[in-house]
């Protein structure tokens, strides 16, 4: 292809100098012979000229004879009076014309060329602004490249996912040394999935591979792939495999995978996904078209394994699927490591202590929970970040942002008092039940009235029936502390019963808790995808309406009956919880250790 077009161009340009060439000798045959216009004055008075054509500025004859092997002529004209002057001092003279062709032709080119100028570029920042960027480059790929000083990343600065970086260390190794790590056959993996929620460090550890292994990182996100016209998402795809083949050994890191690779005739919606499944058409294409032993490795990340097409996830394409999951106390004790090397930590700052309070956290909320905390450093002008600026910064990750300026009446006060020490009490004195650090009485967040905060201090990965149910009595600590109190009920229960309801449900329905309904699961996993913000999938119901009313039965037993222990609880403790309330009331805000106080009056659970 490139042969062609130089020849072609070659062409073009013999062309060009052959219209020249004739062009020149056309008008040599064509040009007259100018003379000056004292000889034109002699000619005429030797008669020698046959006939003359005058114009505005020039006058055009013929001779009778020829002169100088030329028969016609042409002068430009000269003012008689100053010719007569000249031919009495005997000068030979001739006149000029002065040119105005080129100021005439710019005159007409620049203005039309501004205009057209400023037309272009104007429409050509439309065109950026929607997303075209030209047609021409439409169907190129438009993935950030780095070269390996460019990355910056390396597995030291990834921590907390040990498991993960060795699975890729071997992609290192075959990278770097390609012929060594095959020597038994072996090949490397096409494609390697790396899955997990939001914030486990899958981006950073796709660089990372690309920092250790010194090879270029093509980057580009899985929506960059999709624009207006159908086809174009296709060619990107090839022509991104085809950089990656130029610059190999390369790594190719397609981020957020779902959304190029959702699996075809899912979601069906009007109007189809023509553009998307092309797409996705090629990339497969591509995964079975490339050899791994040139070098060029695809990475991609995704939190939404469940909808990807399983043809992209066969043996062949995506070989291998690494999970980064939230990281466990050890994994966050490393992270917080890897955080805290550009803050200035003061000495009763211990990361282990750290970790122990920020349990389900991922890497990218350590990360926001260490800045959050120097932050809060900053704010008080101090001169390093305490223990307590971290646990500050908790606080407000997982509380929110403290609303002071939120005036609450007395009574409100009253009541919110009541319903926060009421989760505290029922926390202190049911066994099992997580440590609370914090209650307090300032509203916070969007409607937090008050907040009782209670962090788990080892991760857990199983829970047994008693367990779930004192998370439940924890919950609806609050309304039975209103309930003894005031005899009376707010709204500000609401979102304690829906989760005690969703933990009820979930015992009954999911985990085969009840003796009547038995070991049945009649409701599928409702968190469709990775993390806990997911999205609800659709429920498919597999029972009749006869066992729905048993589960629904089932699940207000279950909430009922602890209820009732909570509200025998807090009567048996009456004394305390109005203590308690009354010094929320003064301090507004209580932490463990004055909470420990409470604890040691409490009565046990019946």
Known sequence: MEKTTQFNVWYLIAAVLGVFVVQYFWNESQRVEPIP???FERALRERTIDEIMIGERVIRGRFKQPHGGRSEFVTTRVDPE?????????VRYNGIVESTILRDVLSWILPVAFFFGVWMLVVRKMADRQGFGGLMPVGKSKAKVYVETE?????????????????????????????VHGRLGARIPK??????????????????????????????????????????????VRDLFEQARKMAPAIIFIDELDALGKARGAFPVAGGHD?????????????DGFDPSTGVVLLAATNRPEILDPALLRAGRFDRQVLLDRPDKAGRVQILKVHVRKVKLAADVDPEAVAGISTGFTGADLANLVNEAAL??????????SLADFTAAIERIVAGLEKRNRLLNPMERNVVAHHEIGHALVALALKGSEVVHKVSIIPRGIGALGYTIQRPTEDRYLMQRAELETKI???????????IAFGEVSTGAADDLAKATDIARSMVARYGMDETLGLIVYESERQAFLGPGGVPSALERHFSEATAREIDEAVKRVVHQVFERVLTLLRANRAVLEQGAAALLEKETMDEAELARFAARLLPAA
């Open 473 to 483: 009595a924890v919950l609806l600590g609050g309304r039975a502390a209103e309930v």
């Open 82 to 90: 100053l010719a007569a002057k000249l031919s009495a001092a005997g």
């Open 376 to 385: 809060i450093a900053t704010r008080r002008k101090a001169e390093s970040v």
């Open 151 to 179: 990355t910056k990343a390396t597995f030291a600065d990834v921590a907390g996912v040990d498991e993960a970086k060795e699975e890729l260390k071997e992609v290192v190794e075959f990278l770097k040394a390609p012929d």
């Open 37 to 39: 216009y004292s000889d």
């Open 275 to 287: 553009e998307r499944e092309q797409t996705l058409n090629q990339l497969l294409v591509e995964l």
């Open 191 to 236: 494609g390697i999935l790396l899955v997990g929620p939001p914030g486990t460090g899958k981006t950073l550890l796709a660089r990372a591979v690309a920092g250790e292994a010194g090879v270029p990182f093509l980057s580009i996100s899985g929506s960059e792939f999709i624009e207006l016209f159908v086809g174009v998402g296709a060619a990107r």
